[in-house]
C-alpha cells in the first residue's frame, strides 16, 4: 500500500494539508482569483483578503482566464510546499500568455515572507509580493500596478491581528469556519520556519473573536475552529504581544483573558455551537484548559498535540521544550480529565543527528500513546531556521524516507485501533454535507474529529444527529442514525 498517498488523501479530507482551495467572491467591477496552500491558518488569511478586496469592489471568480487578480497564497513549511507553489506560477505563466495577458499575479503568505524581493526576480510573472501581516495594504499596492510598478510589502508587525476584519467565507461547506486567535510565533523550534515567516507572537482581542462566533452562528455556521500556532499561549492583556502572565501589571492580570478563559466565552456563545481549537504546544497545553473542556460539552473532547519525536535529544535539539516523560504526562492527564478525547500529532523524521536509536524512542513513544491520528514529516531543511544555520541535514534521504514509513505504518495500525474501539458506541455527529463517494450517504465528524459516513434519510447539514458507529477503516467510522 501507498501509504505516503493515503495518509495526504488523509490530510486533504481532515486538515487540508497542503491542498488547493479555490475561493471566488463576486460583488462588482474587478475580478479576483485566490487559491490557498498549507495550513488553516492560510485559508483563514485569504478569507481575511478577500474581505479586504471586496471592501474595494473586486469581486470573485473561479474561472483564472476572466479574473483581472490572481492570487496565490503560499507555505514555506516544507521545500516540497514551495516547490509545488512554483509548478502553478508556471500554470498561471502559461495561462496569462496564451489566455488573459492582463492578469495581475500575486504572491502571499510565507513565502511571499520568505523571499521578499527575490520574488520579483525569480519570478518575472510575479506583480505583487505580500506578506502575511501587510494585507491591508494591498488595495494600494495594487494601486501601484494598475499604475505600471511592481509592487512589494513584507513588513512584519507586532500589532496586527486583522481583528475587525469580517472574512468572505470561501469555498467552505458553510458548516465550519475557522476563526483565528493568535499570529505569528514566538516558539523558535530550530527547524521551523514560521517565526521567520509569520513574525511575532501576538493574541487577537477576545471581544472581536466572541463577535466573530455570534455571527457565524447567525450565518447557520454550527462549528468554529480557533486558530493559532501555539493556541495555548494565547493571551489578552489589553494588547495582544505576547507575554509572561507572571510580568504583566497587576491590572493587566486581572483584566487577562487567558486561553482557557477565551475558550469558555466562545462556549457561552451557544450551546449548538461546536468548538476546536489548533495547535497546542505540549509545555504550553494548562490543566485549566482541560478543565473547561470537561465543562462545556460543545467544546470538543479533541486535541491535536504535536510531538515531533520521542528522543530526548532530539526535542532538546530541536528546542521544545519538552521531554519525552513530559509529554507522556500530558497525555496522562488529557485522559484523565478527557476519558474520551482524541489525540492526534505531528512528527518529524530524520532530522539532524537523528539516529536508530533515536528513531526507536520515537516508535515507542507511538507504541505508549497510540495516537488517534496522526499528520507526519521528513525533515525538510529550511533556509535560515537555526538547525539549518547550525548543523548539517545529515540525515540520508533513504533513511528518512524508511523511518518515515515505519512512522506512518505504525500509525496506521494505531488509527484502525482506535477507530475500533469506537464501535458500537454512539456520537454526537455534526453534518457536514454529502458523502464525496456516495450521494445515498452524509458525512459529518464526532466530537472527537473523527469523519463518519452514514446513510441519508430526511436529515439536514448543520444540524446534530447521533449515529452508532458500526464499521470502520483506518481513516473512517461508518454508522447508523439512531
Ligand atoms: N504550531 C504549528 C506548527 C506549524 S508547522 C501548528 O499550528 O500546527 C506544522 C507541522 O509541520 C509541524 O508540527 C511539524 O511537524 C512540521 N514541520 C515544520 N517544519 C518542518 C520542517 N522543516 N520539515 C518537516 N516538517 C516540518
Ligand atoms: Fe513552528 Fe514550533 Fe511555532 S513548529 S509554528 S516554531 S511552535
Known sequence: ??????????????????????ATVKNGG??????????????????????????????????????????????SIREKAEQTIKKRLQVYNSIKKKKNPAMVVGVLGCMAERLKEKFLEQEKL???????????????????????RKAVNVILSKEETYAEISPVRLG?????????????????????????????ERSRNPESIVKECQQLLADGFREVTLLGQNVDSYLWHGGGL??????????????????????????????????RFSTSNPQDMTDGVLHIMAKYKNICNYIHLPVQSGSNRILKKMNRGYTKEEYLQRIEKIHEILPDCAVSMDMISGFCTETEDDHKDTLDLMDKVTFDFGYMFKYSERPNTPAQRKWKDDVKEEIKQKRLAEIIEKQMAHSLLRNKETIGN????????????????????????KVVVFDKKNQKKGT???????????????????
Open 242 to 275: 505576547k507575554k509572561e502572565f507572571k510580568n504583566l501589571s497587576k491590572k493587566e492580570q486581572e483584566e487577562s483573558v487567558s486561553f482557557a478563559q477565551l475558550m469558555e466565552m466562545v462556549a457561552k456563545v451557544s450551546p449548538e455551537l461546536r468548538i
Open 126 to 148: 510575479v506583480d505583487i509580493v505580500v506578506g502575511p501581516d501587510a494585507y491591508r495594504d494591498l488595495p494600494n499596492l495594487i494601486r501601484q500596478v494598475d499604475d505600471g
Open 172 to 200: 467552505g461547506n458553510g458548516v465550519t469556519a475557522f476563526v483565528s486567535i493568535t499570529r505569528g510565533c514566538d516558539n523558535m523550534c530550530t527547524f521551523c520556519v514560521v517565526p521567520f515567516t509569520r513574525g511575532r
Open 30 to 75: 474587478k475580478k479576483m482569483y485566490i487559491e490557498s496552500y498549507g495550513c488553516q491558518m492560510n485559508f483563514s488569511d485569504s478569507e481575511i483578503v478577500a474581505s479586504i478586496l471586496s471592501g474595494v469592489g473586486f469581486s470573485t471568480t473561479n474561472d483564472i482566464e476572466k479574473a483581472d487578480l490572481v492570487f496565490v497564497n503560499t507555505c
Open 464 to 482: 446534530y444527529v447521533k449515529v452508532q458507529i458500526q464499521d470502520c477503516t483506518a481513516a473512517t467510522l461508518k454508522g447508523k442514525v439512531i
Open 1 to 22: 500500500m501507498d501509504f505516503e498517498n493515503l495518509i495526504e488523501k488523509e490530510i486533504d479530507e481532515k486538515r487540508q494539508g497542503e491542498t488547493l482551495s479555490l
Open 426 to 449: 454512539t456520537y454526537e455527529v455534526l453534518i457536514e454535507g454529502i458523502s464525496k463517494k456516495s450521494t445515498e450517504k452524509l458525512y459529518g465528524r464526532t466530537p472527537q474529529n
